[in-house]
């Protein structure tokens, strides 16, 4: 078997034994499995970067491959077409999109400059495996250079409906990029009828079945491969002996008070403002729960160099603000609000001691606190997932209460029906969202993936190192 060769915008940290999110957890073990390489931007913007300037270090049996990026670079690249164009576009906010030529061009560029410092280290029979909306052409790009290697690519965020996609200035060239790969990967079959719909309009591409085209003399599959989290050590780490949490279940069986929690990336696609606002509404319409509900909102900040960003936090800590300030008492306030990125022993703490889990994305690929917070509950005294019906996740949580983000009145009343839920009800649906989560995993992910990718046909390959 080959080695495994992993490219993403940035790379994960070989070095240390716990990873910091799921997703690199997946990565890693994969790589370790079969050996090889993981390629990515290194996080630093520098005056020059060259070709000859990436960074090569060594793990067991794992390279790391890192390159820096020119400040035109982060800007136009990172910051200006990932950021400014394929994300919002992609989460349904074409509003927010803001395009510019130089944009593609450095999008383009930086691709080009992966794929030129990686190509001398690949061999022939690698399995390469691209990640995320970031470097879409980067299959195109090693395909110039003569690679007949197996490439797979798996986009984590949603991908959006014909009419959308179709408005994302480029798209032309970006389908053209996509079929390059070998197989193309989504989170939800909702995506893949999307692109399916999207390839039959806007292209000639002939569909062989449902999940297989032909384009150009090459077969593609095309697939939903859901990404899960590590449950077991995610329930483990909920589970250590704490202090604050035996206080807490004391609150919640003694005094009858709970905690409504949430954490994100602080992003205008996670549903923010809406959810703060349900919350209100909530205190509004059921003032028995004054001095007993608390929404503790953990949001790390994120690409904070983009505009829409800076107003999202604006919004939110004015918001927080005129909550409190209506109902906060001398010792009790309505919402608590850490906009920080915190420990994951910690949340999976703060998860486990929360009734109610509220999830509420207006657009979100997958989201994995959903499935994060399902993990960290007691299986006699389980919380209560609230899951927004645009989350890919909601596509096989049916067990959570769904809702429509957008629907205020409605998120209100699924945290009231949460809050009066019998133990009975908790439980079974609990029971049922764990071992959903426990069956499609993180492991499951990486390996159903790679055998689809193992598994594709392709041309002959053209004589490279070995
Ligand atoms: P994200 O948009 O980053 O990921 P998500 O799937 O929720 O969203 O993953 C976030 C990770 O960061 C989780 O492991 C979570 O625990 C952690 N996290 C969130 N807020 C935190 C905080 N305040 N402090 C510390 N940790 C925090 C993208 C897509 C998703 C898709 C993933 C994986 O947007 O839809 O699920 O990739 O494919």
């Known amino acids: 078997m080959g080695r495994l060769v992993v490219v993403s915008n940035r790379t994960g940290d ?85 395009y510019r030529t130089e944009f593609a061009k450095h999008y383009a560029a930086v691709n080009r400059r992966f794929a030129d410092t ?142 409504v929690i949430s954490a994100d990336r602080l992003d205008y696609s996670k549903g923010l403002p809406q959810r703060m606002k349900a919350f209100r509404k909530f205190l509004d319409s059921y003032p028995e729960y004054l001095g007993r509900a608390e929404y503790l909102q953990i949001a790390s900040p994120s690409r904070e160099d983009v505009t829409a960003y800076a107003d999202i936090r604006a919004e939110l800590e004015q918001l927080t603000g005129a909550v409190n300030g209506k109902y906060a008492d001398f010792n009790w306030a309505p919402i608590q609000y850490i906009n920080r990125s915190i420990e994951r022993e910690k949340l999976a703490l703060l998860f486990r001691c929360s009734l109610i889990g509220l999830i509420t994305p207006l657009r979100d690929g997958m989201n994995l606190v959903a499935k994060e917070y399902i993990a960290a509950q007691d299986a006699e005294d389980p919380g209560i997932l609230i899951l927004s019906k645009f989350a890919g996740a909601a596509e096989q949580l049916n067990d959570a209460l769904i809702v429509n983000p957008y629907d205020i009145n409605e998120v209100a009343q699924a945290i009231r029906r949460a809050a009066t839920m ?18 499609y995993d993180v492991q499951r992910w990486q390996n159903e993936y790679l055998a689809a990718l193992r598994a594709v046909q392709t041309v002959a390959p053209q004589s490279m190192r070995s």
């Open 14 to 98: 070989l070095g240390t034994k716990t990873q910091t999110g799921g997703l690199a957890v997946g990565i890693v073990d994969a790589l370790k499995s079969s050996g090889g390489m993981w390629m990515g931007w290194n996080g630093e913007v520098v005056d020059k970067p060259e070709t000859s300037n990436a960074q090569l270090t060594t793990h067991g049996n794992v390279t790391s491959l890192t390159v820096s990026l020119s400040e035109q670079e982060h800007e136009n690249y990172y910051l200006g077409f990932a950021n400014k164009v394929l994300w919002p576009s992609f989460h349904y906010r074409l509003d927010l999109m803001d």
């Open 118 to 259: 990686i190509h001398s280290h690949l061999r022939n029979d690698d399995l390469i495996w691209v990640h995320d909306y970031h470097l879409i052409p980067f299959a195109s790009e090693l395909r110039r250079r003569g690679s007949a290697h197996k490439i797979g690519f798996f986009l984590h965020i949603p991908f959006p409906s014909v009419d959308v996609f179709s408005a994302v200035p480029r798209h032309g060239w970006l389908r053209e990029c996509l079929l390059q790969y070998d197989l193309i990967g989504f989170q939800t079959k909702n995506d893949v009828q999307n692109f399916c719909r999207y390839l039959k309009e806007h292209s000639k591409a002939k569909f062989l079945s449902p999940n297989l085209i032909r384009w150009q003399g090459r077969t593609i599959s095309i697939g939903d491969f859901p990404i899960g989290v590590d449950a077991g050590q995610f329930s483990a780490m909920a589970h250590e002996r704490d202090e604050g949490i035996e206080l807490e279940r004391m609150r919640r069986s003694l005094l009858k008070r709970f905690q």
């Open 422 to 439: 019998s133990m009975e009800e908790r439980r079974a649906r609990h029971r049922n969202l764990l071992s959903q989560i426990s069956e």
